[in-house]
């Protein structure tokens, strides 16, 4: 299976702040590559696929990037509702899988 | 309104039997692949079955040949009968429904569910 890594596994950051999470692919994956967002008590909600493409509903602050082995998640300027895990996952070879998910915590 | 709404979870002993149901509303059912999806407290995604729209069925390894995955598209419905239950099986398990990526035993998941908890113990 591929595995999914992703960096940091927990970031402290603040309102207004640019995030930036990193997701690497132990083998090229293209750019079959989803990122999610969950809450506490909350199932997850896909926020980009295919790497880069917004998912429709998304803020426009949320965008990705990257191919092959290394992607990115970015957020500018955070928003207070903006706090919670987020993960990647990867489609490019079965069976899918995810990160191990990094949490945006308040600083 | 869209939506997946999950049922069937709780406890029970190890080696015990459950089933999960998934009912769908707002969209075409029969149209999506449809997965279950498992998080353990604390823990991270993990990918559990799937259920093409052509009635083919996919397993990750930890639950093959325990685990059966069905859907009832006149009920609109996805089910997960899961046998000789384990300890590690205890989780929340999320009903998603799937769009297919490059092949067709590739998913991403842009419906989810809100969980139904199963928990594994005596």
């Known amino acids: 299976d591929i595995q999914m890594t992703q960096s940091p596994s927990t970031l402290s950051a603040s309102v207004g702040d640019r995030v930036t999470i990193t997701c690497r692919a132990s083998?090229?994956?293209?750019?079959?590559l989803a990122w999610y967002q969950q809450k506490p008590g909350k199932a997850p909600k896909l926020l980009i696929y295919?790497?880069?493409s917004l998912e429709s509903g998304v803020p426009s602050r949320f965008s990705g990037s990257g191919s092959g082995t290394g992607f990115t998640l970015t957020i500018t300027s955070l928003q207070p509702d903006d706090f919670a895990t987020y993960y990647c996952?990867?489609?490019?070879?079965?069976?899918?899988?995810f990160g191990q998910g990094t949490k945006v915590e308040i600083k | 309104e869209v939506q997946l709404v999950e049922s069937g979870g709780g406890l029970v002993q190890p080696g015990g039997s459950l089933r999960l149901s998934c009912a769908a509303s707002?969209?075409?059912?029969?149209?999506?692949?449809m997965h279950w999806v498992r998080q353990a407290t604390g823990k991270g995604l993990e990918w559990v079955s799937g259920?093409?729209?052509?009635?083919?069925?996919y397993y990750a390894d930890s639950v093959k040949g325990r685990f059966t995955i069905s859907g009832e598209n006149a009920r609109n419905s996805l089910y997960l009968q899961m046998n000789s239950l384990r300890a590690g099986d205890t989780a929340v398990y999320y009903c998603?429904?799937?769009?297919?990526?490059?092949?067709?035993?590739?998913?991403?998941?842009?419906?989810w569910g809100r969980g139904t908890l199963v928990t594994v113990s005596s």
């Open positions: 996952q990867q489609y490019n070879t079965y069976p899918a899988t």
């Open positions: 083998q090229s994956i293209s750019s079959w």
């Open positions: 707002g969209f075409m059912f029969s149209s999506y692949d």
């Open positions: 998603a429904r799937a769009l297919v990526g490059i092949t067709r035993t590739n998913w991403y998941f842009d419906l």
């Open positions: 295919k790497a880069s």
């Open positions: 259920f093409g729209t052509a009635g083919h069925t």
